[in-house]
Every structure is written in structure tokens, then in C-alpha cells.
T-cell receptor, first 114, second 111 residues
Framework: ETGVTQSPTHLIKTRGQQVTLRCSSQSGHNTVSWYQQALGQGPQFIFQYYREEENGRGNFPPRFSGLQFPNYSSELNVNALELDDSALYLC?????????????FGSGTRLTVV | SQQGEEDPQALSIQEGENATMNCSYKTSINNLQWYRQNSGRGLVHLILIRSNEREKHSGRLRVTLDTSKKSSSLLITASRAADTASYFCATDGQAGTALIFGKGTTLSVSS
């Protein structure tokens, strides 16, 4: 059984650019959630995808968008990058859309915006 | 916004000692979960306790939940250096689609 895989591990982008982060969910999981974690803070919910549909969204602007594919893998896209977007981006998968059995997190993508 | 608040923010103990971390939250929940994070990498799910449960054990971990006080505690018994990490409590929100995390407790276990 494979866990959650995220790519890339690290990324450096320039302010104003666009970035795409990728996540492969754990085998058998149909739900993927994305979180942003700034240094010294707890993760903040960005959005969740359940069976390819957005199933909930946190307090993030529309320039944060996502996709889930038929194999339940997912992408997080961020347009017009700002310096404050520098953070660890975490992907988590779960068995259902409610996370009643807990979430499996990936190791994250460290994004630095300069 | 963050719902869970862990206390203390930082904890330093010796190997073999017990570590207790507390978490308070604001709204009603379906479940509360505890996660561990090593060196700013991915989170590892430790234990989930449902709102109708009062105590749960997993190995050296013991979690309690008091829904009347909106609080939970995580006890790690006989701590090891490998337990050094940040620990987060998370509650479900937005009809269960999101986890709401606190800022975490940083635990340092020295040998």
C-alpha cells in the first residue's frame, strides 16, 4: 500500500509567476485535501476534492485552484504568486469526504516565492 | 482561523518521562485528531477520537476528550528521543470536509 506522494519536494518561484503542485493519493482513497502551512503555524485548509468535485473550500482567494483526476490524484495551482504564498503545501487523502477515519498526509512541497 | 489551541507551546523533558499536551477548541465536533510533524515535513496521523468517546489508547499514547469543556489531552508515556516533534490537534469543520489545526506543541525529548 503506497502512501501520499507529493511533487516536487522544493520549488523556488518569482513573484507573479504561476505554480502547479501535484499529489498522488493513497491507494483506495477518493478524497484529497490541500493545506498551506506557514512557518511556525498549523496547517490551514485550502480546499478538498471528493470524486473529482470540489467539496469544501477555506478562506483562500480564487487564484488558488485545484483539480482531481479520475485516478484521484490532484493538482494545486496558484496564480500570480505573492511573497506570502511561501509555505509548506501539504496534501492529504482520506477514505471518504468527511475524514471520519483520519487523513494520510504527504511530505509536502516547500514553496519559496522570491 | 484556527479552532484548536494547544498548550503548552513548547515542552522539554527527559527520556523516560511522560509528556502531556492539551488542546482546546471552540465549536462542536464530530471527532478530534492528533498529528505529529517532524522537522516541518508531513504530518503523521496518531489517533482519532470521536465525540461520543472519552478516552482512547494506542501504544504509548493516551487521548482524552471532554466535549463539555471542549478540550482534549494527549499523553505520551515513557518518552523517547524519537518522540521529538511538533504535535497538533485538529478538529473537523465545515460539515466535516476540513481539518482545523491549532498552532501545535513542540516537544523536545533529551537523552
Amino acid at each position: 500500500e503506497t502512501g501520499v506522494t507529493q511533487s516536487p519536494t522544493h520549488l523556488i518561484k518569482t513573484r507573479g509567476q504561476q505554480v502547479t503542485l501535484r499529489c498522488s493519493s493513497q491507494s483506495g482513497h477518493n478524497t484529497v485535501s490541500w493545506y498551506q502551512q506557514a512557518l511556525g503555524q498549523g496547517p490551514q485548509f485550502i480546499f478538498q476534492y471528493y470524486r473529482e468535485e470540489e467539496n469544501g473550500r477555506g478562506n483562500f482567494p480564487p487564484r488558488f485552484s485545484g483539480l482531481q483526476f479520475p485516478n484521484y490524484s490532484s493538482e494545486l495551482n496558484v496564480n500570480a504568486l505573492e511573497l506570502d504564498d511561501s509555505a509548506l503545501y501539504l496534501c492529504a487523502s482520506s477514505l471518504d469526504g468527511r475524514g471520519d477515519y483520519g487523513y494520510t498526509f504527504g511530505s509536502g512541497t516547500r514553496l519559496t516565492v522570491v | 482561523s484556527q479552532q484548536g489551541e494547544e498548550d503548552p507551546q513548547a515542552l522539554s523533558i527527559q527520556e523516560g518521562e511522560n509528556a502531556t499536551m492539551n488542546c482546546s477548541y471552540k465549536t462542536s465536533i464530530n471527532n478530534l485528531q492528533w498529528y505529529r510533524q517532524n522537522s516541518g515535513r508531513g504530518l503523521v496521523h496518531l489517533i482519532l477520537i470521536r465525540s461520543n468517546e472519552r478516552e482512547k489508547h494506542s501504544g504509548r499514547l493516551r487521548v482524552t476528550l471532554d466535549t463539555s469543556k471542549k478540550s482534549s489531552s494527549l499523553l505520551i508515556t515513557a518518552s523517547r528521543a524519537a518522540d521529538t516533534a511538533s504535535y497538533f490537534c485538529a478538529t473537523d469543520g465545515q460539515a466535516g470536509t476540513a481539518l482545523i489545526f491549532g498552532k501545535g506543541t513542540t516537544l523536545s525529548v533529551s537523552s
